[in-house]
Each structure stands twice: as structure tokens, then as C-alpha cells.
């Protein structure tokens, strides 16, 4: 069974800054891709960021370009995501996905056969 934990999550200020850890356990393989989503009230979960675990190459959501920055540490088996300059409209619950079909980043950006991480909530006041 596959386990995502995230951590980091908090209340701030607009401008501010929080890191989001997620800490993967349970592999028996090697998932290609990992990233993070978030889902705002009332709003339809989005994909915020993704960095293929064999290259590090990563991919941004237009609205958080500049601003957030996803990172790995395989030895430590963890996923960060760096998120600056925060805005309100950043307020949301974050969530650590995995991809589990052996896809691609671009299967775990349409969540075709993701694993998800319980979520932690990253709330930014005005």
C-alpha cells in the first residue's frame, strides 16, 4: 500500500512563504512522476505543479509560475513544493499525488491512476 504524507501547510499573509513536504512510503516500484494539486471551496480540484522522479524535469500551472517551486529528495523519498510570494487566491487544500500506472507526468496531471497524499491546508490571508 502506497502512503503520501504531507506536512508544511499553515496560515500566512499574502507575500509570504510555506514549504509542503510530502514523504512517499509503501513502494514497490518506482512511480515516474510525482506532483501536487490543490482544491479550493467550491472549486474543481487543479494541478499546481509535477517533476518526473527519473530526470527532475518539472511542469507549473500558469498562475503559480515564478512563484512555487517543486523539488525531490529520492534518497529521502520526499517531495517539496516552495511556495512564494503567496496570494490569497493560493488558498486551498494541497494534496501530494503520485502516479501509479507506470504513466507519465502527463497521466498524473489528468490523474489517470493517481495516488493521493490525506492533504494539508494552506490558507493566505489579505
Known amino acids: 500500500q502506497v502512503q503520501l504524507v504531507e506536512s508544511g501547510g499553515g496560515s500566512v499573509q499574502a507575500g509570504g512563504s510555506l514549504r509542503l513536504s510530502c514523504v512517499a512510503s509503501?513502494?514497490?516500484?518506482?512511480?515516474?512522476?510525482m506532483g501536487w494539486f490543490r482544491q479550493a471551496p467550491g472549486k474543481e480540484r487543479e494541478g499546481v505543479a509535477t517533476?518526473?522522479?527519473?530526470?527532475?524535469?518539472?511542469y507549473y500551472t500558469n498562475s503559480v509560475k515564478g512563484r512555487f517551486t517543486i523539488s525531490q529528495d529520492n534518497a529521502k523519498n520526499t517531495v517539496y513544493l516552495q511556495m512564494n510570494s503567496l496570494k490569497p487566491e493560493d488558498t486551498a487544500m494541497y494534496y501530494c499525488?503520485?502516479?501509479?500506472?507506470?504513466?507519465?507526468?502527463?497521466?498524473?496531471?489528468?490523474?489517470?491512476?493517481?495516488?493521493w497524499g490525506q492533504g494539508t491546508q494552506v490558507t493566505v490571508s489579505s
Open positions: 517533476i518526473a522522479t527519473g530526470g527532475g524535469s518539472t
Open positions: 509503501g513502494y514497490t516500484y518506482s512511480s515516474n512522476c
Open positions: 499525488a503520485a502516479e501509479g500506472g507506470g504513466g507519465s507526468c502527463r497521466s498524473l496531471w489528468y490523474a489517470v491512476d493517481n495516488y
